[in-house]
Every structure is written in C-alpha cells, then in structure tokens.
C-alpha cells in the first residue's frame, strides 16, 4: 500500500493497524444510534425464529429504561409460537416493563395498531413490537411483517439475527432488507467463539449499520455496537474500553469511599470481599470480562472459565457467622472445621481462602497507603513461592 514503516513500530505492526483500520471502515466506521424521535417511538423487531428477537427485545427495552429514562411498552404480536407470548410477559415481569396482548386475537396488525394507542393514553413513550419469525424465509411470513410495518409506520425497523448462524445469516438479511428496508442488524449471541465474521459480511452486503449485539443469556448482556471495538475483537486484540464501561456501570462511587477507609483501617473483610465478588460477576460472562484484556483472548481460547467459579468462595463465606465474616481473627480450629462441613468443602480449602484473604487483604492495605511498588511487587513474588 506504499505506507513507510516508521523505525518505533515493527512491520507486522503496522500492518495489523492497516488491517483493524480497514475492518473498522467495512463496519460502518462509527456507531450509529437508534432513531427515538416519535412520540411514541415505534421500533419494529423482525428475523428468523429462534434469532433471539423475544429475548432482545426485553433486553432492549431494559437498556431504554434503565440508560435512556424512557418508558418502554413491550408488544406481543408473534401469534403463532405458543411460548412467544408467555416469554415475552415472563421477561417484561423481569425487568418492570409492561407487556401488551390481546387473547385470542391473531392478527398482529390489530394487536400493534392497538398497542400504539394504547401506549398513547397511557404515556409510554416507546413502543417495542415482537414479531412472528418462522424456521425459513417464506411468503406468509414477508407479507404479515410488511403489513405490520405499513400498518405502524416504525421509527426503526431492526433486522435480529443470530451470529452463530455465520455466512447463512447475510443471504437472510438481504431478503429481509429487500422487503422491508430495515434500518439496522442487531447481531445476537456473540458471546461464544464467534468473533463477527457475519458482521462484516452483513455490513457489506445490505449497506445498514449494525447497532447492537447481544453477549449472553442474561438481560442486561446487551451493547452498542462500535466497529473499532469489534476490529480489535475480530483480531484478537481485545476489547479493553468495554471492559472499563463494564465495570463503571457496576462502580459505585459511595461504597468505593467506604472500601478505601476500611483498606486504610486494615478492617477489610469478608462481607466486603462477597459485595467486591458480586460486583464482578454482575459484569457478565467471567471469560468474556478477562478476554477484553488486550493480550489475553489467544490464551483465553482453550481455557474454559466456569461462571460458578466462586461458588466454592461464597458457599464457604456464607457458612461463617456474621461475627466470624466481620472478624476473620476469630475463626479457630473448631470453627473452620464447621465452616468446612457445612460448605461442603474440607478444612484445606477453608485453610487456604483464610492465608490468601490475609495476603491479599495486607496487599490491599499497602497499595491504598500507596507504599513504594517495587516493595509491593516483592511481596507478590514472595506471595507467589508460597502457593
């Protein structure tokens, strides 16, 4: 390409700059936002059965409510699966947002036509409609969707489709795209190995920009898309500026001052450890959280992390006394002994969670009175001989 290969940076480098920057550009370049300018806003969910249109639409509508302040109004219209309906009532109980149907009506033009107004009388300022998808493309299908689509006249028409499905999902958006003209791909269960091979041949195919992808079963596992972030993720260079975004929505910034007082104070313990626990886990899927971390998804790979890796940590913290998590000085013999019967694990693992608690909580201590680091990084190394 007839780029000079500056003396600081390595070829190899350079070129996989090149590469990200060109990856980036074929996905859209920059992250393009959901269009919410109606009163209400109609944003119509279309793709396959089995794509996650059910499940994303819940999750859209919490990420709505819970970022935006909206007022989101969920909208049964898939008549025909027989769990759609009860799905989609089961998520919006969930998530505190209401779910409208109409029993016995099997006509999804009806059903959305009366949601919007029902949305209107009562003040819900978007309206998310859930509709049919069958196994296949077919006639019936197209032409109900259509007729929904004419019948609301959406703000955003979102084509959902599943990531897994790879080079079989671009000739469905093209049919799609081609009978409705969606206005953006929601790229669903992207929290496997798939690292978006369908979002870059979709992207170029239908010229529509992917807007969010889903990275897990549960419903706040929903981001925006941004296509730098997903050329980083494609080349396995890691995604470190979702992970702090990750970890800024679980921060709070009071209980961060309580913790730096009791770090100070050496009066760290057990309780705080299970809230700084939780804190994690609430961030999502451990191996996706640490493959973020430039440098680690090649040696994430073959790894398998277990969600319930701190299973064993809780089951014996919550087998403690509330004096025994307050004061971890006080657990003797005859104590760890129960605490190991009664978490089903042995005294060894209750001995070995009390040392590293006490090493790290000394650690802790010592990086918020901010002691000389090079002191600090010996005692890891001593730390390390003695595991």
């Given at each position: 390409?007839?780029?000079?290969?500056l003396?600081?940076v390595?070829?190899?480098?350079?070129?996989?700059?090149?590469?990200?920057?060109?990856?980036?550009?074929l996905?859209?370049?920059?992250?393009?936002?959901?269009n919410?300018?109606?009163?209400p806003?109609?944003?119509?969910?279309?793709?396959?059965?089995g794509?996650?249109?059910t499940?994303?639409?819940g999750?859209?509508?919490?990420?709505?409510?819970?970022?935006?302040?909206?007022?989101?109004?969920?909208?049964?219209?898939?008549?025909?699966?027989?769990?759609?309906?009860?799905?989609?009532k089961?998520?919006?109980?969930?998530?505190?947002?209401?779910v409208?149907?109409?029993d016995?009506?099997?006509?999804?033009v009806?059903?959305?036509?009366?949601?919007?107004?029902?949305?209107?009388?009562?003040?819900?300022?978007?309206?998310?409609?859930?509709?049919?998808?069958?196994?296949?493309?077919?006639?019936?299908?197209?032409?109900?969707?259509?007729?929904?689509?004419?019948?609301?006249?959406?703000?955003?028409?979102?084509?959902?489709?599943?990531?897994?499905?790879?080079?079989?999902a671009?000739?469905t958006?093209?049919?799609?795209?081609?009978?409705?003209?969606?206005d953006?791909?929601?790229?669903?269960?992207?929290d496997?190995?798939?690292?978006?091979?369908?979002a870059?041949?979709?992207?170029?195919?239908v010229?529509?920009?992917?807007?969010?992808?889903?990275?897990?079963?549960k419903?706040?596992a929903?981001?925006i898309?941004?296509?730098?972030?997903?050329a980083?993720?494609?080349?396995?260079?890691g995604?470190?500026?979702?992970?702090?975004?990750?970890?800024?929505?679980?921060?709070?910034s009071?209980?961060?001052?309580?913790?730096?007082?009791?770090?100070?104070?050496?009066?760290?313990?057990?309780?705080?450890?299970?809230?700084?626990?939780?804190?994690?886990?609430?961030?999502?899927?451990?191996?996706d959280?640490?493959?973020?971390?430039p440098?680690?998804?090649?040696?994430?790979?073959?790894l398998d992390?277990?969600?319930?890796?701190f299973?064993?940590?809780?089951?014996i913290?919550?087998?403690?006394?509330?004096?025994?998590r307050?004061d971890?000085?006080?657990?003797?013999?005859?104590?760890?002994?129960?605490?190991?019967?009664?978490?089903?694990?042995?005294i060894?693992e209750v001995n070995?969670?009390?040392?590293?608690?006490?090493?790290?909580?000394?650690?802790?201590?010592?990086v918020?009175?901010?002691?000389?680091?090079?002191?600090?990084?010996?005692g890891?190394?001593?730390?390390?001989k003695?595991?």
């Open positions: 390409m007839g780029q000079h290969v003396t600081a390595k070829p190899g480098q350079l070129m996989v700059k090149i590469v990200k920057d060109e990856l980036t550009e996905m859209g370049g920059k992250f393009t936002d959901v919410l300018k109606g009163r806003s109609v944003i119509l969910m279309a793709g396959l059965q794509s996650g249109k499940t994303f639409s999750k859209l509508a919490l990420m709505l409510k819970s970022k935006k302040g909206r007022h989101p109004l969920l909208v049964a219209c898939d008549v025909y699966r027989p769990a759609a309906i009860e799905q989609l089961v998520l919006g109980g969930q998530i505190n947002v209401p409208y149907t109409e016995g009506n099997l006509d999804p009806k059903i959305a036509k009366a949601a919007i107004q029902e949305a209107k009388s009562k003040g819900y300022d978007i309206v998310i409609i859930d509709t049919a998808g069958r196994l296949a493309i077919d006639e019936q299908m197209m032409n109900e969707i259509a007729a929904v689509k004419n019948a609301v006249n959406p703000d955003e028409i979102l084509f959902v489709v599943d990531s897994m499905t790879g080079q079989d671009v000739n958006a093209k049919e799609f795209n081609d009978r409705l003209d969606f953006g791909v929601v790229l669903t269960k992207l496997g190995d798939t690292r978006g091979g369908a870059l041949s979709i992207r170029a195919v010229e529509k920009p992917i807007k969010f992808v889903g990275t897990g079963e419903l706040d929903i981001d898309f941004h296509p730098d972030r997903m980083d993720r494609i080349l396995g260079m995604d470190i500026v979702s992970l702090v975004e990750k970890a800024q929505e679980q921060f709070d009071e209980e961060a001052r309580k913790l730096q007082k009791k770090l100070a104070q050496n009066t760290f313990n057990f309780n705080d450890f299970l809230k700084q626990i939780n804190q994690i886990k609430k961030m999502g899927n451990l191996k959280v640490v493959g973020m971390i440098g680690m998804g090649k040696a994430m790979k073959n992390i277990d969600d319930d890796a299973k064993h940590i809780e089951a913290i919550y087998s403690m006394t509330p004096k025994e307050e971890p000085a006080v657990i003797n013999g005859t104590r760890r002994k129960r605490i190991a019967e009664g978490s089903g694990t042995n060894q070995r969670l009390l040392k590293q608690f006490e090493e790290t909580r000394k650690m802790m201590r010592m918020s009175q901010g002691k000389n680091m090079q002191h600090m990084m010996g890891m190394q001593n730390q390390g003695k595991f």
